[in-house]
């Protein structure tokens, strides 16, 4: 049985202040099924997309494959959009469908038998009280190396996202990660997408071996271990799909 629930009226000067001084990001994900429709969808993104985003004003934008393209079934491509409000992501919207260069583009114009993706995804999130904006990585190896990872964590029920959003902030996690140099790009709270309730966040490396080597050395951590073994944390992540991303050469980030 599905339920839906439908709420109107909301007052965008209801979310307080925390709205205006935490940052709100989208995550676009297109999900397709061909090699050719990878390019397809890289070549609107670089040419088109990212331009029009730019005149909306976002400053940067990432853009990742999934590590696992090459061979998987649903090879899915990652645009993360930092915005400037939460209104912003309508602006975009907005603005992009009146674009002259998007609606004259081949991707705008394929055919109904021709799609250049199977779907397409978006994730809404609002950033962590501790890390209220999102920060471009500080890498120095070869971009072409370099693996982006984007984590969800989701919970049980609403009581149980809430206290794994509390342990990422007043627990500690994100200052471990931190002290760690995880190199975090973001942290936030999904305020709208598939699979809530649910955090993801987003740290960098310069290859896949100093990412196995930083995710070894958090798990030896003794303040890890402290925070992890607390009756009140135990239980609050259900589900950790952990996606490995490396960069477009022409992503952003």
Request: glycine share 6%; hydrophobic share 40%.
């Amino acid at each position: 049985m599905k339920i839906f629930l439908l709420t109107l009226g909301v007052c965008m000067g209801c979310l307080g202040l925390s709205a205006q001084k935490r940052a709100f990001y989208e995550i676009k994900v297109y999900h397709v099924s061909k090699t050719e429709q990878v390019a397809q969808v890289d070549e609107y993104l670089k040419n088109t997309y990212l331009p029009a985003l730019h005149a909306t004003g976002v400053s940067k934008v990432g853009v990742f494959h999934h590590i696992a393209n090459d061979t998987a079934a649903d090879k899915r491509i990652f645009v993360f959009i930092p915005l400037k409000s939460f209104g912003h992501a309508e602006k975009i919207e907005d603005l992009l469908v009146k674009n002259a260069s998007i609606r004259s583009s081949a991707y705008w114009n394929t055919a109904f038998n021709q799609s250049p993706y199977t779907r397409t995804e978006t994730i809404l999130l609002k950033a962590f009280p501790l890390m209220p904006g999102w920060k471009a990585p500080s890498l120095s190896g070869n971009k072409t190396e370099r693996i982006f990872e984007l984590r969800s964590y989701e919970s049980a029920n609403e009581r149980l996202y809430r206290k794994k959003v509390e342990m990422f902030n007043e627990g500690g996690e994100i200052a471990l990660f931190d002290r760690l140099g995880f190199n975090a790009v973001f942290y936030g709270e999904v305020i709208a997408g598939s699979r809530m309730p649910n955090l993801m966040y987003m740290t960098s490396f310069n290859n896949r071996k100093e990412r196995d080597e930083h995710w070894a050395a958090f798990s030896a951590d003794p303040e890890w271990k402290k925070l992890s073994a607390m009756e009140e944390y135990k239980n609050t992540v259900q589900k950790n799909d952990t996606m490995l991303l490396n960069p477009t050469e022409f992503s952003e980030l």
